[in-house]
């Protein structure tokens, strides 16, 4: 099965801040690649997906790249209501779809 | 607007069958354009995906879990359902069911139901 790996995995930021989270993929899925956010309690949310479209109704601020194997979600200036949990999730390897283990994104 | 709603026993004895339904409203399930699934998240953990299915009946799962998981789909009750047999602890989890539009993604998730193994 095809590994991601997430880093980092906590990341301390500030209100303002530009932020990246990078995604490895074990060997290359194109440009097969979701990025989701989660709130404690809540179902992750779809963010990105095809590695840089943005899914309707996310701000502007959110932003993903990369193809092959290396992968970036980028906000270009936290706001409060971002800090959560972010996960990668390949959709390469047909229907056998596994997610990084995600990133904490904190309050500095 | 659509909506998924996960359904059945939060408490379930070591050595059974865990059983859930996600009910689908606000749209069909039998759409040719999207498949749907069943993804698990242990407290405190990341996300696993179980597996999915077509409106056809067709499935796929996770090579780790698939000699224990059954998904089927009902679409006159517009309903699919999850079947995990031989349980442990270690299959304690939130279980969410979502749509997901092929290769792009999960787009819409039920709120999720915490599933407890233990005697």
């Known amino acids: 099965d095809i590994q991601l790996t997430q880093s980092p995995s906590f990341l301390s930021a500030s209100v303002g801040d530009r932020v990246t989270i990078t995604c490895r993929a074990s060997?290359?899925?194109?440009?097969?690649l979701a990025w989701y956010q989660q709130k404690p309690g809540k179902a992750p949310k779809l963010l990105i997906y095809?590695?840089?479209t943005l899914q309707s109704g996310v701000p502007s601020r959110f932003s993903g790249s990369g193809s092959g194997t290396e992968f970036t979600l980028t906000i270009s200036s936290l706001q409060p209501e971002d800090f959560a949990t972010y996960y990668c999730?390949?959709?390469?390897?047909?229907?056998?779809?596994?997610f990084g283990q995600g990133t904490k994104l904190e309050i500095k | 607007q659509l909506q998924l709603q996960e359904s059945g026993p939060g408490l379930v004895k070591p050595s059974e069958t865990l059983s859930l339904t996600c009910t689908v409203s606000?749209?069909?399930?039998?759409?040719?354009?999207?498949?749907w699934g069943w993804i698990r998240q242990p407290p405190g953990k990341g996300l696993e995906w179980i597996g999915s299915?077509?409106?056809?009946?067709?499935?796929y799962y996770n090579p780790s879990l698939k000699s224990r998981v059954t998904i089927s789909v009902d679409t006159s009750k517009n309903q699919f359902s999850l079947k995990l047999s031989s349980v442990t602890a270690a299959d304690t989890a939130v279980y969410y069911c979502?749509?997901?539009?092929?290769?792009?993604?999960?787009?819409?998730w039920g709120q999720g139901t915490l599933v407890t193994v233990s005697s």
């Open positions: 606000g749209g069909s399930i039998s759409s040719s354009s999207y498949y």
């Open positions: 999730q390949q959709l390469n390897s047909y229907l056998r779809y596994t």
């Open positions: 299915i077509y409106y056809s009946g067709s499935t």
């Open positions: 060997q290359g899925i194109s440009s097969y």
């Open positions: 979502a749509r997901e539009r092929s290769g792009r993604g999960f787009d819409y």
């Open positions: 095809a590695a840089s």
